[in-house]
C-alpha cells in the first residue's frame, strides 16, 4: 500500500466533506470513563481535517491536532480557526513533538490503523500525564445490514486499488498488545449518513482505496455507483450505517 502519511493528499477536499462524524456518546463514553473534563488538554493523533477534534473542541477542551500529512492539517486549520483552543502541530504518531508529560488523553480517530504500533505506544507513553488515558476509535462501515450495503462492498471489491489489502488489515489485532500489560475496554455506538447521489459519490471518492481520474477503473466505477444508486435509493437517498468502536485504557 502507499505511504500512509500521503495517501489522503489528494482527497482531502472530499474527505472533509464526506467522512461521517462521530456520535456524541463517545464524548460522554471518555468523561464517564477517561476523565475528561473541561480543563482536559488532548492530544488528537492522526487528527486528519480535524473531524473529531471538533467534536472535542465543542466540550470545550484544548486539543492538540497532531498530524503529519500537510493538506489534512492545513484543512484542519482552516475548519478550526475560530477555536482559541486549537494547536495544530505537524508531527505523527511516533513522533508528535509533545512535551514529555503534556497531555491528559489521546485521542486516534480513525487514524491508529497506520501507525507503528509500537513506536507510537512509546510517544504515547512519554507525553501522557500521569494516569492518561489513550482512545482509539473507528467508523466500522456495516457491510451487510442492507441490501445496498452488501451490494456497496461487492462494488468495492471489483473496483478498488488496494481495497482488498485494506480489509485484510485489522488493527484490532494489535490493539490488546498495544495496551499491554494492562487492560483496555471497549463500547460501540450505532452511527449513520445519509446522502443523495452527489454526497454518495463524494464519500466514496474519500476513499484511499478507489480509483481517481486517470485510473482506467475510475469511468466504469462511477457508471456503477450511479447504478447502484439507482437501484438503492428511496426518496433519492442512500444510507451508509456504521457501529462507531471506541477502545480505552491506560498505557503503563
Not at 492522526?46 to 503529519?68: A, R, W
Amino acid at each position: 500500500m502507499s505511504s500512509p502519511t500521503e495517501r489522503f493528499t489528494s482527497r482531502v477536499e472530499t474527505y472533509a466533506k464526506y467522512r461521517p462524524g462521530y456520535p456524541a456518546e463517545v464524548i460522554e463514553l471518555l468523561r464517564s470513563e477517561c476523565g475528561l473534563t473541561h480543563a482536559s488538554i488532548v492530544a488528537d493523533v492522526g487528527s486528519g481535517t480535524g473531524i473529531f477534534s471538533e467534536l472535542l473542541l465543542k466540550n470545550g477542551n484544548t486539543v492538540i491536532g497532531v498530524e503529519p500529512n500537510e493538506a489534512m492539517r492545513c484543512a484542519a486549520e482552516s475548519l478550526l480557526r475560530g477555536y482559541l483552543n486549537f494547536q495544530s502541530v505537524n508531527g505523527s504518531a511516533e513522533a508528535t513533538t509533545l512535551p514529555k508529560a503534556s497531555v491528559d488523553l489521546i485521542t486516534a480517530g480513525q487514524a491508529f490503523h497506520w501507525f507503528d504500533a509500537r513506536a507510537a505506544r512509546d510517544e504515547f507513553v512519554r507525553i501522557l500525564k500521569p494516569g492518561g488515558f489513550v482512545a482509539l476509535i473507528w467508523n466500522d462501515r456495516r457491510l451487510d445490514s442492507t441490501a445496498f450495503l452488501r451490494n456497496y462492498e461487492t462494488l468495492l471489491r471489483e473496483y478498488g486499488t488496494d481495497y482488498a489489502k485494506v480489509q485484510e488489515f485489522d488493527p484490532r489485532d494489535q490493539i490488546a498488545s498495544f495496551y499491554a500489560p494492562q487492560s483496555f475496554k471497549q463500547r460501540a455506538f450505532p452511527n449513520r449518513q445519509e446522502f443523495d447521489f452527489i454526497g454518495f459519490k463524494g464519500r466514496v471518492l474519500s476513499a484511499s482505496y478507489t480509483p481517481e481520474p486517470g485510473n482506467p477503473r475510475f469511468e466504469p466505477m462511477l457508471k456503477a455507483l450511479q447504478d447502484l444508486f439507482d437501484s438503492g435509493e428511496e426518496d433519492g437517498i442512500v444510507a451508509f450505517e456504521y457501529d462507531t468502536r471506541v477502545f480505552y485504557g491506560r498505557l503503563s
